[in-house]
């Protein structure tokens, strides 16, 4: 079966402006996790959503969002991008609440902040 | 709150050498722990888990096993190939603060060479 998905790979986007990346789950999975990953903070937790309402959030401004859909798909929304916005997010979906269930990630998407 | 503290890299070893990569945490009851790889540009993929004390995960020739009393859940393979060359990341999640989000180490690089 079909893995997780993230659009688009790649992306650069200029200070100031806004993004949206998408998260298409593994098929039945309800569970969305995002992570931020950058080379001096590692892994970091932004959100998870499961059946559409947001679980748990990490410690991270307002400008970062998040939304699932009924079918599962997840969209995170970053506004106003800072340089430090440089990072590779990563999706993460589960049968279950993460935790419970083995997460399985997607390949990421690499934004770049100029 | 919990927190995962893996050996920093970068770590070199020579083909069929053995591997220790340390892992230790910090959570009250019992979490589950984990072992991610994530090899270049890819996002993570799960190498192995244990859910409770004493549990053994084990994956590839990958072993770890849950140490209640040193709340440790180190990473060993008793023969590295070139392939293995990726980066390690320890998580945990849950424990009494319930269904909780993956924590993540900084991750450890390995680097075999032939």
């Known amino acids: 079966k079909a893995g997780v998905t993230q659009t688009p790979r790649y992306l650069i986007k200029t200070r100031g402006q806004q993004v949206t990346l998408s998260c298409s789950p593994i098929s039945g999975h309800r569970s969305v996790s995002w992570y931020q990953q950058t080379p001096g903070q590692g892994l970091q937790f932004l959100f998870e959503?499961?059946?559409?309402?947001?679980?748990n959030k990490g410690n991270f401004p307002g400008r970062f969002s998040g939304r699932q859909f009924s079918n599962s798909r997840s969209e995170m929304n970053v506004s106003t991008l800072e340089l430090g916005d440089s990072a590779l997010y990563l999706c993460?979906?589960?049968?279950?609440?993460?935790?419970?269930?083995?997460?399985?990630f997607g390949q990421g998407t690499r934004l770049t902040v100029v | 709150g919990n927190s995962v503290t893996q050996m920093e890299g970068p770590v070199t070893l020579s083909e069929e050498a053995f591997l220790t990569i340390n892992c230790t945490y910090t959570a009250t009851g019992y979490p589950s722990l984990f072992w991610y790889v994530q090899y270049p540009g890819e996002g993570l993929q799960l190498l192995l888990k244990a859910t409770k004390a004493d549990d053994k995960g084990s994956n590839k020739g990958f072993e770890a096993t849950y140490r209640k009393e040193t709340t440790s859940f180190h990473l060993e393979k008793g023969s590295v190939q070139v392939s293995d060359s990726a980066v390690y990341f320890c998580?945990?999640?849950?424990?009494?603060?319930?269904?909780?989000?993956?924590?993540f180490g900084k991750g450890t690089r390995l680097s075999v060479i032939a």
């Open positions: 959503y499961f059946s559409e309402t947001q679980r």
């Open positions: 998580a945990l999640s849950g424990g009494d603060s319930g269904n909780t989000p993956l924590v």
């Open positions: 993460a979906s589960s049968l279950e609440a993460t935790g419970i269930a083995e997460a399985f």
